[in-house]
DNA sequence: TAGATTGTTAATCGATTAACAATC
DNA sequence: TAGATTGTTAATCGATTAACAATC
């Protein structure tokens, strides 16, 4: 935490991965890992983790590595993890209930504090302990308990209205799984869509060039590794 | 489809992005867009649709620019919609229900098949009129039905042993929603990841950041637009 | 100490943007 | 024709990899 210097997007979003990793390896009781092995355990580069890390100070030792659960901490700490964001949800469908009934909202730095739908035979049902509400109440509720973020489940159209209401009620934090473009629309909110559809096209885009034998340039987390000559060889 | 150069995933990660925009225009009644045009509304730059075009090659006109529903067929072809992979969906929990319901496989070229869970009190069960199969049956049916893809909503630890049954009967292509990286795992195989809680975390990361006035630079997808001087001026 | 491995700078590579000739 | 806008090459920028001195 110690540089100042813009952190890039590509390096956040390997944050997540790289504490994942590093959880799984507290667990198993290990202590201690090097970039080196790090990376053959992820299937990227050393040279990137240690550059990644860097970015927000000296985490490790020379001669030694890492310290696998104080470097768990220190990431956490960067992802943010000790925060308690106040989260909604609204749209109480099949993926809404699905999120509520699957996420740990409370281990990724949220507690989700309330259930919204618009429809008269969901609103009042019981969804893992928490009761859905009318989204006629939602400013109201806003006001009282001014949420940090909202999850948005519903469609395009419904997501785009509501956006601009929650944004008016001072939330600034969107995890939208709609299917239009959150992230465009307010400069200072921190937007995270999850576009279901985009994903599935991805997948068949490349299965479809691999049937057909097109060529598609390896993705980027694999690493384009080029092993380079040891030192003293001709 | 015209160059036979590697497509970087970069591009083909904004490949359903612009379908979807194109596909709007299209219902919106609109016959014609510029690179520009498309641009503005996406938030993106004509230079990098453009770039991003010419890869599968010449789909617009000089001095008109690009007809919509011309160019949403070549992309839809592109994304290869117009297959119909056979895709089966493993692990009928909240999660697999709520994508079984919320997904539409066949507008995004696969067809969902069959769905396995191993909860006997699941198996039978109907969702969204398919019945869930006991996972005991599984390589009977791939051995018969030979499935192309695989939906993955299972747990860690099933799903690394599924997807590795699931590979030796042929199966090519996942769509991976368990808290692991498959994509590490067999070269010839396509795999797209959706990790939930990476994705939360990083929005926790992004809210954390902003909360503490970190930096962190404009993602990806949001044009680091440099206006550039009109050519005349000084 | 000698060996290992980081932190950090420099080199390379890829992706985005700019520019403009081609042409509708 | 004149204006508009693409296709495409060149320039810039950013991200990844390589290398190595610092140091545990």
Same mark, same amino acid.
């Given at each position: 935490m110690s540089k100042s210097r813009k952190i890039s997007m590509s390096v956040v979003r390997r944050l997540p991965r790289y504490y994942r990793f590093l959880l799984e390896l507290k667990n198993n009781g290990v202590y201690r890992v090097s970039s080196q092995a790090l990376a053959e355990k992820m299937g990227s580069s050393a040279s990137q983790i240690r550059q990644d890390l860097h970015c927000f100070g000296g985490f490790g030792q020379q001669g030694y590595g890492y310290d696998v659960p104080k470097l768990a901490d220190e990431l956490g700490s960067i992802l943010g993890l000790d925060n308690h964001f106040k989260a909604i949800l609204l749209g109480a469908g099949n993926l809404g209930r699905a999120i509520i009934n699957h996420v740990d909202f409370s281990s990724r730095?949220?507690? @989700?504090?309330a259930v919204f739908d618009c429809d008269p035979g969901v609103i009042g049902t019981q969804i893992n302990g928490m009761t859905v509400r009318d989204v006629g109440a939602l400013e109201d509720y806003c006001t009282a308990e001014k949420p940090d973020a909202a999850v948005l489940c519903l469609p395009k159209e419904s997501a785009e209205e509501m956006a601009d209401i929650l944004y008016d009620c001072g939330v600034r934090g969107f995890w939208n799984f709609s299917h239009?473009? @959150?992230?465009?629309?307010?400069?200072?909110a921190v937007t995270e869509n999850v576009h279901l559809n985009d994903s599935l096209m991805t997948l068949c885009c490349c299965m479809n060039a691999s049937k057909e034998n097109n060529q598609i340039a390896?993705?980027?987390?694999k690493p384009r590794r080029k092993l380079s000559k040891p030192k003293g060889e001709a």
């Open positions: 730095g949220f507690t @989700l504090t239009y473009d @959150l992230s465009m629309k307010y400069g200072d390896s993705k980027p987390g």
